[in-house]
């Protein structure tokens, strides 16, 4: 899109694929934002995006003052509102940016982007956001772009669960795994995970679509927190959900994809 892209991670692997793609790889955060507008950040959670923004030899410094940091982690909003504070007191801008479409659209620039913050922020980046994205949409204050992404995931994560187990059931009962999917996805069944994810990723047995079950789980314990703190009855589905994908986690081994989840469905049910 015409951008000069610098860019750094942990991993050597992922830096020589980033300067295979045409972007410019460095050893460190700090010196991959020494000198440029804006950085993003897309990291496991809140606190290493706090830990690298602010952290000893944190990118905040390397940026200085005029400048912005756009979080496309999945961070908790508190936790967000709280970075954004600290930053402003440096002179640094904030906007949060989650993502959803997975791996596919992040690939072919088709992701949706929840971004929360100030209107003149948000539109600030937005020529950044939109490369990748075939949505923008300005969810509000900070922060607001993080909560949204929670309660999508949830939205997601509670109709691949119903999914997986209606497939589950099916199958004991005696219909093919296509048969189930193919029904669902002609009637009002029908969801993401119908459509995208069961034959591919679950009937295939590869559960492979590119996004962890712990990433999930992590997601919706947000998720769940959020909504606790919002008043709702700590009984609610949200929270259900969440224990459910939390259990899958601690329960299925090797870091597995999050549409193991039905590994987890089947299992369970094995057990009685």
């Given at each position: 899109?015409?951008?000069?892209?610098?860019g750094?991670?942990?991993?050597?692997?992922?830096?020589?694929?980033?300067?295979?793609?045409?972007?410019?790889?460095?050893?460190?955060?700090?010196?991959?934002?020494?000198?440029?507008?804006?950085?993003?950040?897309?990291?496991?959670?809140?606190?290493?995006?706090?830990?690298?923004?602010?952290?000893?030899?944190?990118?905040?410094?390397?940026?200085?003052?005029?400048?912005?940091?756009?979080?496309?982690?999945?961070?908790?909003?508190?936790?967000?509102?709280?970075?954004?504070?600290?930053?402003?007191?440096?002179?640094?801008?904030?906007?949060?940016?989650?993502?959803?479409?997975?791996?596919?659209r992040?690939?072919?620039?088709?992701?949706?982007?929840?971004?929360?913050?100030?209107?003149?922020?948000?539109?600030?980046?937005?020529?950044?956001?939109?490369?990748?994205?075939?949505?923008?949409?300005?969810?509000?204050?900070?922060?607001?772009g993080?909560?949204?992404?929670?309660?999508?995931?949830?939205?997601?994560?509670?109709?691949?669960?119903?999914?997986?187990?209606a497939?589950?059931?099916?199958?004991?009962?005696?219909?093919?795994?296509?048969?189930?999917?193919?029904?669902?996805?002609?009637?009002t069944?029908?969801?993401?995970?119908?459509?995208?994810?069961?034959?591919?990723?679950?009937?295939?047995?590869?559960?492979?679509?590119?996004?962890?079950?712990?990433?999930?789980?992590?997601?919706?314990?947000?998720?769940?927190?959020?909504?606790?703190?919002?008043?709702?009855?700590?009984?609610?589905?949200?929270?259900?959900?969440?224990?459910?994908?939390?259990?899958?986690?601690?329960?299925?081994?090797?870091?597995?994809?999050?549409?193991?989840?039905?590994?987890?469905?089947?299992?369970?049910?094995?057990?009685?």
């Open positions: 899109a015409g951008f000069a892209v610098r750094s991670d942990l991993a050597e692997a992922a830096r020589a694929a980033f300067a295979e793609a045409g972007g410019t790889a460095c050893t460190t955060a700090a010196e991959a934002a020494t000198g440029v507008e804006a950085v993003i950040t897309m990291l496991p959670d809140g606190k290493v995006v706090r830990e690298t923004v602010l952290g000893t030899g944190g990118v905040a410094k390397a940026l200085g003052v005029g400048g912005i940091v756009v979080d496309m982690s999945s961070s908790e909003p508190m936790g967000t509102q709280a970075l954004g504070k600290d930053l402003a007191a440096l002179g640094i801008g904030c906007v949060d940016a989650p993502v959803s479409g997975g791996v596919k992040a690939i072919d620039g088709s992701l949706a982007i929840m971004a929360g913050g100030t209107p003149e922020q948000v539109e600030r980046v937005k020529p950044l956001l939109a490369p990748m994205a075939r949505a923008v949409i300005a969810t509000g204050p900070l922060g607001s993080h909560a949204m992404k929670a309660l999508n995931n949830y939205v997601s994560a509670a109709g691949l669960l119903a999914a997986c187990e497939l589950y059931v099916g199958q004991k009962f005696g219909l093919t795994g296509e048969t189930v999917v193919d029904v669902l996805n002609a009637s069944g029908k969801n993401n995970s119908t459509e995208v994810k069961l034959k591919p990723f679950v009937l295939s047995g590869a559960f492979n679509s590119g996004f962890s079950l712990a990433l999930m789980a992590k997601d919706l314990r947000i998720a769940a927190d959020l909504g606790t703190s919002m008043g709702l009855d700590p009984s609610s589905l949200i929270e259900t959900t969440a224990r459910m994908w939390e259990a899958a986690r601690g329960e299925l081994k090797d870091s597995p994809d999050h549409t193991a989840i039905y590994r987890f469905v089947a299992e369970h049910e094995a057990k009685g």
